[in-house]
């Protein structure tokens, strides 16, 4: 099972780290691995590197769209999809933060609608060190 975190980035800083990629998942790994006592200024740098994400305006859109699929089900702030057809289960979290997708595969069918609800989107599977923008993947056509 993978584990994503899923980051709205600054609109102001996508041009600095949308060429290194890999220096924003370092800021952002060692924000995920500071020590309790550093938190106060973790928390500072994430506001300065992300901004807080419309959680009932996202929720509300990806329900519209998916609500009529099979495959997807709501319960309360959790968006989850069993396909059994492409052996996915996948489960999104929407937080005010960063939003956290838990998926048995290497790619969620979730990632082709929040592209499309915002390309800001930063992905980052901390326990694989796997980073990547939501913008630059090629998205599966359905």
Do not use: W
């Amino acid at each position: 099972m993978r584990r994503f975190y899923i980051f709205n980035i600054r609109l102001e800083l996508m041009n600095l780290y949308k060429e290194n990629p890999e220096n924003l998942y370092k800021i952002l790994n060692s924000i995920y691995k500071m020590k309790e006592s550093e938190l106060n200024y973790g928390y500072n740098l994430f506001k300065q590197i992300c901004v807080t994400i419309d959680t009932l305006a996202l929720s509300n859109k990806l329900y519209l769209k998916m609500h009529n699929d099979l495959v997807y089900t709501k319960i309360d702030n959790e968006h989850i999809i069993n396909n059994l057809y492409k052996d996915e289960v996948s489960v999104l979290k929407i937080k005010k933060s960063h939003l956290l997708l838990d998926c048995n595969t290497s790619y969620s069918s979730f990632f082709n609608f929040l592209n499309t609800f915002n390309s800001n989107f930063f992905v980052c599977d901390f326990q694989s060190g796997d980073f990547f923008f939501l913008s630059d993947i090629e998205l599966v056509v359905e």
